[in-house]
T-cell receptor, first 114, second 115 residues
Framework: KAGVTQTPRYLIKTRGQQVTLSCSPISGHRSVSWYQQTPGQGLQFLFEYFSETQRNKGNFPGRFSGRQFSNSRSEMNVSTLELGDSALYLCASSFDTQSGNTIYFGEGSWLTVV | KQEVTQIPAALSVPEGENLVLNCSFT??????LQWFRQDPGKGLTSLLL?????REQTSGRLNASLDKSSGRSTLYIAASQPGDSATYLC??????????????FGKGMKLTVNP
């Protein structure tokens, strides 16, 4: 059973550019969440999608956006990149919103903004 | 607002020791608590999940307990090995409006087990 797959694994962007990260959840999982991990702030929740609908959003500026497709694959986009956006972006999937389900993470996408 | 704390931030021990990793949370209205392991440059690997109605879960040398009333969870690692060296994170799952759930993470504890 394939795990959560994130692409690309590593990327370098310049300030002002935009970036799109992709996440394929575990087969059958409909909930996809995104988290940002930095040394200073730790892991912070970005947003969560379920059946193509964004159901929750963390405290991030509007430059951070996402979407989910009918096959549950998800993308997140960051526009007008800033140096502070350099981080590990982690995608997580779970079967549904019921509290009994384990949440599985991908390997993450390392974004460096120069 | 849920806050999750892990103290200490780092721990270095000799191989073979039994370890206790602590996690505290401020809001007892959690759905469950999950422990993760993160190796350098990697994503998170789920270790144990404890439902809010449960007291503990065990997997191999790992045992996690949950005490909602005191806002604490403990991860116990028996007979530690160098391969256990990693950062361990606990996360409380809480519900939000709209039926969504999100994990609130602690900052993690970096464990080093020396041969």
């Amino acid at each position: 059973k394939a795990g959560v797959t994130q692409t690309p694994r590593y990327l370098i962007k310049t300030r002002g550019q935009q970036v799109t990260l992709s996440c394929s959840p575990i087969s059958g999982h409909r909930s996809v969440s995104w988290y940002q991990q930095t040394p200073g702030q730790g892991l912070q929740f970005l947003f969560e999608y379920f059946s193509e609908t964004q159901r929750n959003k963390g405290n991030f500026p509007g430059r951070f956006s996402g979407r989910q497709f009918s096959n549950s694959r998800s993308e997140m986009n960051v526009s007008t990149l800033e140096l502070g956006d350099s981080a590990l972006y982690l995608c997580a999937s779970s079967f549904d919103t019921q509290s009994g389900n384990t949440i599985y993470f991908g390997e993450g996408s390392w974004l460096t903004v120069v | 607002k849920q806050e999750v704390t892990q103290i200490p931030a780092a721990l270095s021990v000799p191989e073979g020791e039994n370890l206790v990793l602590n996690c505290s949370f401020t809001d007892s209205a959690i759905y469950n608590l999950q422990w993760f392991r993160q190796d350098p440059g990697k994503g998170l690997t789920s270790l144990l999940l404890i439902q809010s109605s449960q007291r503990e879960q065990t997997s191999g040398r790992l045992n996690a307990s949950l005490d909602k009333s005191s806002g604490r969870s403990t991860l116990y690692i028996a007979a530690s090995q160098p391969g256990d060296s990693a950062t361990y994170l606990c996360a409380a799952l809480r519900g939000d409006r709209g039926g969504s759930e999100k994990l609130v993470f602690g900052k993690g504890m970096k464990l080093t087990v020396n041969p």
